[in-house]
């Protein structure tokens, strides 16, 4: 069983030497430290030294963070984070939150942060299902603009032209602004409608 570390700051500019400091006093070793060094943006399971301490830890050992939310960019990813863990067979300590899933305290302090995870999930939900209500009783349409079939057609005209002088489906789809699967696309619509 080893104790492994995890630290993370968001800037470059700020230290982690709290966190390092803190975790070599649980007991874990300054070589056995994983660090990242990322904004909030990025999920756990994306961060390069969580990506590696998840390539290198195993079953039987022991995560140590400073801060649970160190694990995470939210409380959703902090407990997706500490399940995946869990469902490795890797325990997790936070030093400052004495959060110890091997305690009843700790495993209580994790139902409250998954009940927690749970509600900010269907806040997000909500919030998102909100806007979008919203957002289309205010006009805003969703999906692909509209297009003009006068424009399609003119457009797939010079396109046909430059295919029958040799121009290759790409080099015809430029032409007139569009992808070579944009150009494809189009074409079915009008096969399918002659």
């Known amino acids: 069983m080893r104790l492994l570390g995890y630290t993370r700051v968001s800037t470059a500019a700020q230290d ?6 803190a975790l070599v006093g649980a007991g874990v070793e300054r ?3 994983f660090s990242d060094v990322t904004s909030g943006s990025r999920s756990a ?7 590696l301490l998840l390539a290198y830890v195993e079953s039987g050992d022991t995560v140590v963070v400073w801060r649970i939310d160190r694990l995470g960019r939210s409380l959703v990813d902090v407990l997706d ?11 997790v300590r936070s030093v400052s939150d004495g959060i110890d899933p091997e305690t009843a305290s ?7 942060l998954a009940t927690l995870a749970e509600y900010e999930r269907e ?6 299902n909100a806007g979008i209500v919203a957002a289309k009783a205010s006009g805003t349409r969703f999906g692909r603009p509209p ?5 399609v057609e003119e457009k797939l005209a010079i396109a046909r032209d430059a295919r029958a002088k040799g121009r290759t489906a790409t080099e015809a789809a430029r ?14 619509v009008a096969s399918e409608r002659r």
Request: net charge positive; hydrophobic share 40%; charged share 35%.
């Open 123 to 128: 806040l997000i939900t909500e919030r998102i």
């Open 45 to 51: 399971v994306e961060r390069p030294g969580m990506k």
């Open 31 to 33: 070589r056995d430290v």
């Open 106 to 112: 700790g495993r209580m302090m994790l139902g409250m």
């Open 147 to 151: 297009v003009d079939p006068a424009e």
């Open 81 to 91: 984070t500490v399940n995946l863990l869990r469902e490795r067979e890797v325990k």
């Open 16 to 21: 982690a030497q709290l966190q390092v400091d």
């Open 175 to 188: 032409l007139v602004g569009w992808s070579r699967a944009t150009l494809y696309r189009h074409e079915k």
